[in-house]
């Protein structure tokens, strides 16, 4: 009996009782990211898991622990893909300090867009804490062939765009090709897609022009981003235009901001997007989480009916600067002086937000508004549309489970972007070889504080957030001195 014992013993101490292989391999990884409560909307993950980071990239994900030189302890976080804002105006180091407090990974001006790509992001100049892009911007290109000006971005060190003629004169047959031109060479040039501020110049863009930009769309199968002209209190006939250009033409296209065009008629806008989709076209949506608009004073909507179009008056709308609420004296006051003022006008509802986000085809989107100091005021939508998503929808009146807002601000922004940007593809979702672009966040507290009045006031309850595989925010603070932000649309890997 001693003697099997002694063997067994000798076994044990040789084989059994050493090290497994598994422990003897295993990696030793950059980061790990222990404990957390894992959400991919991608397939439908939710459970508690570890994830590794190598370089810029998920490299492991796993039940068991994983060894690393650094280690995350993320018990009771939320670790989702970092949040994807698919319309935001503001590429300055304060406005990115803002998304970034805000769980934003990825800002992208779709909407209004550049042309050209190097002429975004041009506050940049120290480098980028958060990823960056834009569309093609053909404000920018109409400006350049109706005025042979270059005017890339909808703002600059000089202030805001000035269109003399390309917002209101219709174009000839040789401008509008000039134009074409001009927007493949944009997309060439890596623009995400085609940025059509239709609303913008309602009366320059005639039926032929639009039709060219349709035609452009369905040739590079590049989506447009189109804020669409607007009716009267909801009048769907600017969606109907551009639903049928899409279906005729087959051209990816992206309504923003839904609620503030559709306004009480946002049902029955929905179901004209779902029956198109179902019958072959390829329509997406988006929308922000607040019951205002915010744009310039001098925009052509201001220069229409707009009190009947927004149902509102002169003392629905702030002076953005000063959060005053105008009257008709200070109204016409700001227009004559200074166009290119931003204001803030409320005509918004909550129920219409309601009903936008609890459909599961709806992307949040911020339509951030341009923050160059904390001494001139915005709209909040910049500064908390994401965890006010995820703290009064989610968290406070359960509108959607936290997986269906998660998948409204990362895996459906990367679907819907990855055909034209395939770099996109590696975002959006928790996957071995995803970019490791993670925000982590604790659901409890997460929450909004910025107001109309007081707008500057950082989101709280974003713990850590990871870009490119760097750290940004360790503990809720944001890291001095990393810029782990790329200009996407000018990267040699799209």
């Known amino acids: 009996m001693k ?7 000798l076994y044990c101490l040789l084989f059994a009782c050493g090290p497994s292989n598994d422990q003897v391999d295993q ?75 805000d769980g934003v990974t990825t800002a992208l001006d779709l909407e209004a867009g550049a042309f050209p790509q190097s002429g975004y992001g041009q506050f940049l100049t120290k480098g980028a804490p958060i990823h960056h892009g834009a569309s093609v911007g053909y404000f920018a290109i109409r400006i350049k062939v109706m005025e ?32 074409r031109s001009l927007l493949h060479k944009g997309l060439d040039e890596g623009g995400i897609g085609i940025g059509l501020l239709l609303d913008y110049m309602d009366s320059a863009v005639n039926a032929d022009e639009l039709k060219m930009i349709f035609e452009v769309a369905a040739e590079r199968k590049a989506p447009i981003w189109t804020h669409i002209r607007r009716g009267v209190q909801g009048d769907p006939a600017g969606l109907e235009e551009v639903i049928t250009l899409s279906q005729s033409l087959k051209a990816p296209l992206h309504i923003c901001h839904l609620q503030a065009n559709a306004m009480g008629n946002i049902e029955s806008w929905l179901k004209k997007i779902e029956v198109a ?53 200070t109204f016409e006051k700001y227009q004559k002086e200074q166009p290119s003022g931003i204001i803030i006008h409320h005509y918004g509802n909550e129920d219409w937000n309601r009903i936008g986000l609890r459909n599961p085809a709806v992307m949040i989107a911020s339509d951030a508004m341009p923050v160059v100091s904390r001494d001139k005021k915005v709209t909040p939508r910049g500064i908390g549309t994401f965890s006010k998503v995820l703290a009064k929808y989610v968290r406070e009146e359960q509108l959607m489970s936290l997986s269906e807002a998660i998948a409204k601000m990362t895996y459906l922004p990367a679907k819907r972007l990855e055909g034209i940007a395939p770099a996109f593809a590696k975002k959006g979702r928790i996957a071995i070889g995803a970019d490791a672009d993670l925000t982590i966040f604790d659901a409890t507290k997460i929450q909004d504080h910025g107001t109309y009045e007081n707008p500057y006031q950082e989101s709280t309850g974003i713990e850590y957030v990871f870009i490119g595989g760097k750290q940004v925010i360790a503990k809720g603070e944001v890291l001095d001195g990393v810029f782990a932000g790329r200009h996407l649309s000018l990267s040699p890997i799209r």
Not at 29 to 50: S, W
Not at 162 to 173: G, K, L, S, V
């Open 27 to 101: 990696p030793i990884y950059e980061i790990v990211i222990q404990n957390g409560r894992v959400i991919n909307p991608a397939n439908q993950t939710d459970k508690i898991l570890h994830i590794a980071i190598q370089a810029d990239t998920i490299a492991a994900i796993s039940a068991t622990a994983l060894k690393g030189e650094k280690i995350i302890d993320a018990t009771n976080l939320i670790v989702a893909p970092g949040f994807i804002d698919i319309h935001s105006h503001t590429p300055t180091p304060l406005g990115q300090y803002f998304q970034l407090k």
């Open 277 to 329: 989709n179902n019958n072959g076209a390829d329509i997406s949506v988006e929308m922000y989480p607040y019951t205002a608009g915010s744009t310039s004073i001098g925009a052509d909507v201001f220069t229409r009916d707009w009190q009947n179009i927004f149902g509102i008056t002169y003392e629905d709308v702030q002076w953005s600067d000063t959060g005053e609420y105008l009257t008709k004296a």
């Open 148 to 179: 042979g000006k270059d005017e890339p971005y909808i703002f600059s060190a000089k202030g805001g765009i000035h269109p003399e003629i390309a917002f209101t004169q219709q174009a000839t047959a040789t401008q509008i090709e000039e134009m």
């Open 3 to 9: 003697k099997i014992i002694s063997y067994s013993f």
